[in-house]
């Protein structure tokens, strides 16, 4: 069935190709002539030969142009239905004009389409792998950045018990100095109240030994005065 419905399908073309031709043949002059360079291609499924000359006997100088395949329309030859062209390659000849059409054939369209297709497909798979990545570069990055901002705040909480520590270590120093400032003045206080304490011991005990001095005098006196005086009263009394 492919095979009948490929035939058809030539035979078609073939027909439609011969009346273009035999139309074109009515309007223009029965010798060759030179047509624009274009690109061409070769139609169907098969291989064509390129021949050395415009006609079929012609020596091949190439045994298989495939289907598809891009050729540069030099001219062409409306009697014998033939047209040269060359190849990418820079090869010249001869191929009949049922081969050639102007553009590709539906099965190269279709295996061009494919490939452009399976190229976006695979396009497509690789973004979303890397869209994959990203997100889940992404997932790690915020549970990153989550713990770095838990660690952040444990580290706040630790430096502002650190500042307080501080503070009262602070206040503990100058308290400290402040004692020590006391402590000192103290200690000259209790050394000027021992000096004072001294001198007033020294001087509490002049004054007891002069004191002790004056009572021994007075006593001395009173030793040598009061027999006399007792004399003088009974001498008195016997007058």
């Given at each position: 069935?492919?095979?009948?419905?490929?035939q058809?399908?030539?035979?078609?073309?073939f027909f439609?190709i011969?009346?273009?031709?035999?139309?074109?043949?009515l309007?223009?002059?029965?010798?060759?002539s030179?047509?624009?360079?274009?690109?061409?291609?070769?139609?169907?499924?098969?291989?064509?030969?390129?021949?050395s000359?415009?006609?079929?006997k012609?020596?091949i100088?190439?045994?298989g142009?495939?289907?598809?395949?891009?050729l540069t329309?030099?001219?062409?030859?409306p009697?014998?239905?033939?047209?040269?062209?060359?190849?990418?390659?820079g090869i010249?000849?001869?191929?009949?004009?049922?081969?050639?059409s102007?553009?590709?054939?539906?099965?190269?369209?279709?295996?061009?389409t494919?490939a452009?297709?399976?190229?976006l497909?695979?396009?497509l798979q690789?973004?979303?792998?890397?869209?994959?990545?990203?997100?889940?570069e992404?997932t790690?990055?915020?549970?990153t950045?989550?713990?770095?901002k838990?660690?952040?705040?444990?580290?706040?909480a630790d430096?502002?018990?650190i500042?307080?520590?501080s503070?009262?270590?602070?206040?503990?120093d100058?308290?400290?100095?402040?004692?020590l400032?006391?402590?000192?003045?103290?200690?000259?206080?209790?050394?000027?109240?021992?000096?004072n304490n001294?001198r007033l011991?020294d001087?509490?005990?002049?004054?007891w030994?002069l004191?002790?001095?004056?009572a021994v005098?007075?006593?001395a006196i009173l030793a040598i005065?009061l027999?006399?005086?007792?004399?003088?009263s009974?001498?008195?009394?016997?007058?």
């Amino acid at each position: 069935m492919k095979n009948n419905s490929k035939q058809n399908t030539t035979s078609m073309r073939f027909f439609l190709i011969l009346a273009y031709c035999i139309t074109t043949s009515l309007f223009i002059l029965p010798n060759k002539s030179l047509a624009e360079k274009k690109t061409v291609y070769v139609s169907d499924i098969f291989y064509v030969p390129l021949r050395s000359g415009n006609s079929t006997k012609h020596r091949i100088v190439h045994r298989g142009l495939k289907s598809g395949t891009p050729l540069t329309l030099i001219e062409s030859d409306p009697e014998t239905e033939l047209s040269r062209v060359s190849t990418n390659n820079g090869i010249e000849g001869w191929i009949q004009n049922q081969y050639l059409s102007d553009s590709l054939v539906a099965r190269v369209q279709l295996q061009k389409t494919l490939a452009a297709e399976n190229n976006l497909l695979r396009e497509l798979q690789a973004r979303k792998i890397s869209e994959a990545k990203l997100t889940q570069e992404l997932t790690e990055s915020n549970q990153t950045l989550n713990l770095l901002k838990k660690h952040n705040q444990t580290l706040n909480a630790d430096f502002i018990k650190i500042k307080k520590l501080s503070a009262n270590a602070i206040n503990l120093d100058d308290n400290n100095r402040k004692l020590l400032q006391s402590n000192e003045m103290l200690k000259v206080e209790i050394a000027e109240l021992q000096a004072n304490n001294s001198r007033l011991s020294d001087k509490s005990d002049k004054e007891w030994f002069l004191r002790g001095a004056l009572a021994v005098f007075i006593g001395a006196i009173l030793a040598i005065a009061l027999p006399r005086l007792k004399i003088k009263s009974r001498t008195k009394e016997w007058s």
